[in-house]
Antibody
Framework: QLQLQESGPGLVKPSETLSLTCTVS??????????WGWIRQPPGKGLEWIGT???????YYNPSLKSRVIISLDTSKNQFSLKLSSVTAADTAVYFC?????????????WGQGTLVTVSS | DIVMTQTPLSLSVTPGQPASISCKSS???????????LFWYLQKPGQPPQLLIY???KRLSGVPDRFSGSGSGTDFTLKISRVEAEDVGVYYC?????????FGPGTKVDIK
């Protein structure tokens, strides 16, 4: 059974870089059948897609965040990661990682539980 | 960006009664591949979202058949034929025809 687990600091200072890792178990991130994505949700608000990566390393980012986001893969650890630079309080959110089906990449069919990241000094 | 709107934003339903949520997109979600890139997600309290329906009307395996999706172009509907207590949460529609993927604001469903 596929499981995704986000990990990383729960508190980040303004202007610093938020770094999160998603560890995938029960499946391989090197599979050509799936993409891997990050989505966030500010407290009490809706969902915002951050970006997606394919096993080949191809990346797709939300233009609203593109200048600050890097998503990468570590196939040796079966993990993918998110880095968001120059954070502000507006980046405070629950960050989810998720799997996307290559047959229809809107199919976020498995999600991690999410991790709350607070941006505060 | 494609803007997704949903109505109503909240819904209180008696168990066993039907419920309906409307979703509209600012552009057609019909792709040249013949698929319509509209999805429905349910986020139960304290949980991550879960995919219910993809490509307008296809239920993910394991999703009860009381959930159904319909629509075309820019207008879509999610219907629950008989609401159960476990259906409470926030329902989001989402489009994937164009990057960035965008979600509707969500419809909060609770039980009367």
């Amino acid at each position: 059974q596929l499981q995704l687990q986000e990990s990383g600091p729960g508190l980040v200072k303004p202007s610093e870089t938020l770094s999160l890792t998603c560890t995938v178990s029960g499946g391989s991130i090197s599979s050509s059948s799936f993409y891997w994505g990050w989505i966030r949700q500010p407290p009490g608000k809706g969902l915002e897609w951050i970006g997606t990566i394919y096993y080949s390393g191809s990346t797709y980012y939300n233009p609203s965040l593109k200048s600050r986001v890097i998503i990468s893969l570590d196939t040796s650890k079966n993990q993918f990661s998110l880095k968001l630079s120059s954070v502000t309080a507006a980046d405070t959110a629950v960050y989810f990682c998720a799997r996307q089906d290559v047959r229809g990449w809107g199919n976020f069919d498995s999600w991690g539980q999410g991790t709350l990241v607070t941006v505060s000094s | 960006d494609i803007v997704m709107t949903q109505t109503p934003l909240s819904l209180s339903v008696t168990p066993g009664q039907p419920a309906s949520i409307s979703c509209k997109s600012s552009q057609s979600l019909l792709h040249s591949d013949g698929k319509t890139h509209l999805f429905w997600y349910l986020q139960k309290p304290g949980q991550p979202p879960q995919l219910l329906i993809y490509e307008v009307s296809k239920r993910l395996s394991g999703v009860p058949d009381r959930f159904s999706g319909s629509g075309s172009g820019t207008d879509f509907t999610l219907k629950i034929s008989r609401v159960e207590a476990e259906d409470v949460g926030v329902y989001y529609c989402m489009q994937s025809i164009q990057l960035p993927f965008t979600f509707g604001p969500g419809t909060k469903v609770d039980i009367k």
